[in-house]
């Protein structure tokens, strides 16, 4: 029993999940794999049943169609599949983690793949957040219930609020159907993948904390007074010339007048 559920914690990130996606977008799936995996090969199964699923892409073997792409964040022992362009007949996958001597770890997730509105979905699903800020991140989906916002490999908030990693998380819903929520005073460590979830649907988000770039005001006070000082050096010469230019030619034109009048 104990080794059992071992194996079934290998992978843990997202537990028999189900996403729903749109046809021709891509997405993002997270795998969570144990410390000890770190150096393992990790790759892309699919198919429905462990038994017959095929590679798509290897950590150590690109996918040359560029459909399925993989990377491995040993730190936090998350590796992540992009499938893009997705069709149809994309549904049934397994993240695992190879093991040299003895059967790979596998999970299941499954893709549902719409042409409709997916039933929860984010407008994106990499989001970057400043150091001490807040972020807010809206979940839309077409049923109403119960939902909440999880971190990947750890714990989840079910309320209206709590906290992850050390940044306060508020939710709400607003307008019929958007999930709102909000995480303040990030910290670089809420660097990572979430899930948004409702029952058995789900959607990661992977959020970026980063310091906040130099604010863009500099930029533009240099562009104020740096760029256009420049640009009048260059034009003075030309532009006074023309000013003489017009007024000579007025006063020749003023002159022929006069002489033309008597
Ligand atoms: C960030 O969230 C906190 C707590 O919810 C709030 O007090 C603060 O005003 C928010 N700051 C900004 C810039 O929205
Ligand atoms: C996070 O954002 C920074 C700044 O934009 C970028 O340099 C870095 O590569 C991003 N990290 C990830 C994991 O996307
Ligand atoms: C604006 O110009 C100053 C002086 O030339 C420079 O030190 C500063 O880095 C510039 N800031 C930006 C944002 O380019």
């Given at each position: 029993?104990?080794?059992?559920?071992?194996?079934?914690?290998?992978?843990?990130g997202?537990t028999?999940?189900?996403v729903?996606?749109?046809t021709?977008?891509?997405?993002s799936i997270?795998c969570?794999y144990?410390?000890k995996y770190k150096?393992h090969?990790?790759?892309?199964?699919?198919?429905?049943?462990?038994?017959?699923?095929?590679?798509?892409?290897?950590?150590?073997k690109?996918d040359?169609?560029g459909?399925y792409?993989?990377s491995?964040?040993?730190?936090?022992?998350?590796?992540?599949?992009?499938?893009?362009?997705?069709?149809?007949?994309?549904?049934?996958?397994w993240?695992?983690?190879?093991i040299?001597n003895?059967?790979?770890h596998?999970?299941y997730?499954?893709?549902?793949?719409?042409?409709?509105?997916?039933?929860l979905?984010?407008d994106?699903q990499?989001?970057?957040?400043y150091?001490?800020?807040?972020?807010?991140?809206?979940?839309?989906?077409?049923?109403?219930?119960?939902m909440?916002?999880?971190?990947?490999?750890?714990?989840c908030v079910?309320g209206?609020?709590?906290s992850?990693?050390?940044?306060a998380?508020?939710?709400h819903m607003?307008?019929?159907?958007v999930?709102?929520?909000?995480?303040?005073?990030l910290?670089?460590?809420n660097s990572?993948?979430?899930?948004?979830?409702?029952g058995?649907?789900?959607i990661?988000?992977?959020?970026?904390?980063?310091?906040k770039?130099?604010?863009?005001k500099?930029s533009?006070l240099?562009?104020?007074?740096c760029?256009?000082?420049?640009?009048?050096?260059?034009?003075?010469?030309?532009?006074?010339?023309?000013?003489?230019?017009?007024?000579v030619?007025?006063?020749?034109?003023?002159?022929?007048?006069?002489?033309?009048?008597?």
């Amino acid at each position: 029993m104990a080794l059992y559920l071992r194996i079934l914690y290998i992978i843990t990130g997202l537990t028999g999940i189900e996403v729903s996606v749109k046809t021709g977008k891509s997405i993002s799936i997270p795998c969570l794999y144990e410390s000890k995996y770190k150096n393992h090969v990790k790759y892309l199964c699919e198919g429905y049943t462990w038994g017959s699923c095929r590679y798509a892409v290897k950590t150590n073997k690109p996918d040359p169609s560029g459909k399925y792409s993989i990377s491995d964040d040993k730190n936090q022992q998350i590796f992540t599949v992009t499938i893009k362009q997705l069709a149809y007949e994309n549904a049934d996958y397994w993240c695992v983690v190879e093991i040299n001597n003895g059967p790979d770890h596998g999970k299941y997730f499954k893709l549902s793949v719409t042409s409709w509105t997916p039933s929860l979905y984010v407008d994106h699903q990499r989001i970057t957040g400043y150091i001490g800020e807040n972020i807010t991140i809206r979940c839309r989906h077409s049923y109403s219930g119960k939902m909440k916002w999880c971190r990947l490999g750890y714990h989840c908030v079910t309320g209206s609020s709590g906290s992850i990693d050390g940044a306060a998380v508020t939710t709400h819903m607003s307008k019929p159907n958007v999930f709102t929520v909000t995480m303040s005073g990030l910290k670089s460590e809420n660097s990572g993948w979430y899930w948004c979830a409702k029952g058995d649907i789900q959607i990661p988000v992977y959020l970026n904390v980063t310091e906040k770039p130099i604010t863009s005001k500099y930029s533009k006070l240099n562009y104020t007074f740096c760029r256009v000082p420049f640009d009048l050096k260059i034009l003075i010469i030309p532009l006074s010339l023309l000013i003489v230019a017009i007024i000579v030619a007025f006063l020749i034109w003023f002159i022929i007048k006069q002489s033309k009048c008597y």
